[in-house]
């Protein structure tokens, strides 16, 4: 159930929610015309929140940002059926420029940011496509740097930044264009705990201070559901489950998967007995 619903539906006396900012309403992607990737996902960002999307390797969490950046174009895939509502406007197949002006901004798997500028210049290509004036643009870097101090010291080439850094660099880079939607993809990957620690951590900060709403996919799903208000998990390009943040934390069959223990040996949520039974029951 989608999180806005799912207020209403306990207090049922109350106003009805806002629309989401972002509705994903069952889509379908379609890579190179054949390969069907995504089969029917949808899902639900409410303003102001972090919501994560949580699944195992290509599950398809990926495509599900890129079906929002419009990015999928870049790599010859399509949203074939379904919509993907942005403000209460179809965006789907839109061109990712048209896309990013409209206030979605993601950061892509593996950071990506430009190592042979530095800091100071990855956070102004940000801001690009902004047309409030170089004082407010100069006015959020220094805003920037406050959230990152460590980057404030770095004055070299981005390159030599360490992974830590470069994740939080990607990030401010994405809070330069103002976006009213984030879409992060893995900021822990490839993180010591302690770095991961404290990318959850500015993730947090900037959604409790800044009212950033966050679209998360993690394949750490302690640390994503330690941030995130309600989640998602999917596998083999559909959600199997969601739920708010405390029921998935909860859960047995998510904390048996997702939570630790089961490893290697994982196998599939989807093929779980408990959890068909359970699905039942939703
Ligand atoms: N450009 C592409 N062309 C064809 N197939 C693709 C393309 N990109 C991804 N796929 C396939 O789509 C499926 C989902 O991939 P995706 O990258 O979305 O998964 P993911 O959940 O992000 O995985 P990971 O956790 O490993 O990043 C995979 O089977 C992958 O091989
Ligand atoms: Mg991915």
Redesign the pocket.
């Known amino acids: 159930m989608a999180p806005a619903a799912a207020a209403t539906a306990e207090s049922p006396s109350a106003a009805p929610a806002r629309e989401p900012i972002l509705s994903v309403n069952n889509i379908e992607v379609v890579?190179?015309d054949v390969?069907l990737?995504?089969r029917g996902v949808s899902l639900d960002v409410p303003e102001g929140e972090v919501v994560t999307l949580l699944?195992?390797?290509?599950?398809?969490?990926?495509?599900?940002?890129?079906a929002i950046s419009g990015l999928?174009r870049t790599?010859?895939?399509e949203v074939t059926r379904g919509e993907v509502r942005f403000m209460g406007e179809n965006i789907a197949n839109m061109a990712p420029e048209q896309i990013v002006r409209k206030g979605i901004f993601q950061v892509m798997?593996g950071r990506r940011i430009v190592e042979d500028m530095t800091v100071v210049e990855n956070l102004r290509l940000g801001a690009y496509t902004r047309k409030d004036g170089a004082s407010a643009v100069k006015r959020d870097l220094e805003m920037v740097l406050d959230y990152f101090p460590r980057l404030r010291e770095r004055t070299g080439l981005a390159g030599y930044l360490s992974g830590g850094e470069q994740q939080m660099l990607a990030i401010g880079r994405a809070m330069m264009a103002r976006p009213k939607l984030i879409l992060l993809?893995?900021p822990s990957?490839g993180l010591a705990p302690l770095l991961v620690k404290e990318v959850f951590n500015i993730i947090r900060q900037l959604n409790r201070e800044l009212n950033m709403t966050t679209l998360l996919?993690e394949?750490n799903a302690k640390m994503a559901l330690g941030a995130a208000s309600y989640g998602y998990i999917?596998e083999s390009?559909k959600i199997v489950m969601d739920g708010a943040q405390q029921d998935l934390l909860d859960n047995e069959d998510v904390k048996e998967f997702y939570l630790g223990g089961g490893g290697e040996h994982r196998k599939s949520f989807k093929n779980l007995k408990s959890y068909k039974r359970r699905k039942r029951w939703l």
Do not use: R, S, W
Not at 55 to 66: D, E, I, Q, S, Y
């Open positions: 890579y190179d390969i990737v995504l699944g195992p390797n290509g599950a398809g969490k990926t495509t599900t940002l890129k999928l790599e010859n895939g798997e993809d893995e990957m996919v394949q999917m390009g």
